[in-house]
C-alpha cells in the first residue's frame, strides 16, 4: 500500500513543528513539504503528487475558494485549529467546507485524521445540535440507528412515497414546512429522509443546527455518477434521531452544476426504498439551459415535482402571496404528473381582514387541488425553533404544529379500526372451500377504500 503524501502549512504557528515529529518514522503517511505559506500550498498540490494537506485554520488566504483548489487537485484538507478556540476554529473550518478537524492540544491525532481524509474524503463529520430535551447532543451518524426496528425476521421495510414541498417566490415558508412535515411523519414512527434539493442555496441544515457544510446532495450526486448511491445511501445523510435523517443541500448557490441531470431523481428513487422522502425545493419553474447537455439551475426543482407522489403548494396568506400562489398553480399544471396537489396557505392571520372561507374562494379554480390548509402566523414560535436548531415539532404542541398535524394526516389518512372478526361458523367454513369468511362491513370498508389517493 502506497503511503499517503502529505503537504503542511502552518504558517509560523507553535504546532507546526510537533505535527511534522508526529510522522517522523511511519510508513504510510510521508510529509511531502512543508510550504511557507497557502499560495506555496497550492502551487505545490497543482503538482498532482499529494494526497493531504494539514493546514492551520488561521492561516492568511485559507477560504472556501483555496479549498475548492485543493480539492481539484486531488489533495484533502485537514485542519489544525488553536486549542483556545476550538469551537470557533471548527466553525470556521465548516463553512468553507473542510470536514477534518484536530485540536491542537491532541496532535497525536493528525495521523489518524490524515489517514481518515483518504479513506473518506465526502463523509460528513458528526456535527453538535440540539435534542429534543434541549441539551447538546450529537448528530447520530445514520449507521448507528437501528433503522429497522419493528420489522419481523425477513420482513422488509414498505417502501415509502416522495412528498415535494414546492413555494413560489417570496419566502413562504417551504423549508419550514418541509422540516416540520418531516419531523411530524418521524413522530409518527415512519423513517424519514429530508432531502435539502433548493438549487440556490439551501438553508435546511442551518435552520436545524447542523453545522455540517459537507454537502450530503453532491456526495449523493458523485455516489450516482459512480453508480453506487444505492450502497453508499447511508453516508450521504446525518440521523437526528431514530426516524428522521437529512440530506443536507448545497454549501454555496453556484455549486449547483456539479449535480447532473438525473442525479436527484436517482436520489429520491433511493431514498424510497427506505422509507418516505420529504424534498425542500427551489422557486423557479423556467428551463433555463441553453445548452441540452448541461441543464440549467432549475432542474433540481422540475426533477423533483417530477418524482413527486404528493405535492405541498406553499403559499404565505397576503394579497401578494395569495397572487403569486393563484399562478404558481397555474403553472404546475402541466408540470405536476398526476400527482395529488395540496396547498398550504401559511401564515395566516386575523388582521388581514378574511377569513378561511374566503381564501378558500380566492385559491379555487386556479387548479385541481386535493385539499386545501391553513398555518397560523405565529413569529415567536418560529423563531425560537430557528434559533434553537430545532423542528416545530420539537418545540412543543402550538397551533402551528397541530395544523402541520393536519396536513400530514391527509398525506396519510388514519387507518380506520377494523371491527373484530367473528369465528367462522360449520357452514361459512364448507361454503367457503375451508377459508375463513370475511364480515360484510370489512368487505365494505374495502371497496370504500380502494378508490383512495395512489399509495407506494
Known sequence: MNPVVVLVVGAGAAWESDALRRFDGRRDVVVLKRCVDVDDLLAAASAGQADVAVVGIDAPGLDAAAVDHLRRDGVQPVAVVPADAVDAGRLRASRIGIPGVVDEAALHLLPDAVLAAVAAPDAPPTVPRHAPSGRPDAAVPVDDLDLDSGLGPGERRPRGRTIVVWGPAGAPGRTTLAAAVA??????????????????????????????????????????????????????????????????????????????????????????????????????????????????????TLEALGSADELLVVGTADPVGLSRLARALVELTELTGGAPVRVVVNRMRPSLGWSERDVCGMVAGFGRIASLHFVPDDRAGVDRAVVAGRTLVESGDSAVTRAVAAVVDALQPPQPPQPPQPPPTDAQSAGSGGAVGRPASSRGLRRRTAGRGRRR
Not at 203 to 220: C, N, P, Y
Open 183 to 300: 419531523a411530524e411523519l418521524a413522530r409518527r414512527r415512519r423513517r424519514t429522509i429530508l432531502v435539502d434539493a433548493d438549487p440556490y442555496g439551501g438553508t435546511v441544515a442551518q435552520q436545524l443546527g447542523i453545522l455540517d457544510e459537507v454537502s450530503g446532495l453532491l456526495s449523493a450526486a458523485r455516489l450516482a455518477t459512480a453508480g453506487t448511491l444505492a450502497a453508499g445511501f447511508t453516508s450521504v445523510q446525518r440521523g437526528l434521531d431514530q426516524h428522521l435523517s437529512v440530506v443536507t443541500g448545497l454549501p454555496r448557490a453556484d455549486r449547483w452544476a456539479e449535480v447532473r441531470a438525473g442525479a436527484l431523481e436517482h436520489l429520491l428513487e433511493v431514498g424510497r426504498d427506505h422509507g418516505d422522502v420529504v424534498v425542500d425545493t427551489g422557486f423557479s419553474l423556467e428551463e433555463d439551459g441553453l445548452d441540452p447537455g448541461r441543464p440549467g439551475r432549475n432542474r433540481l
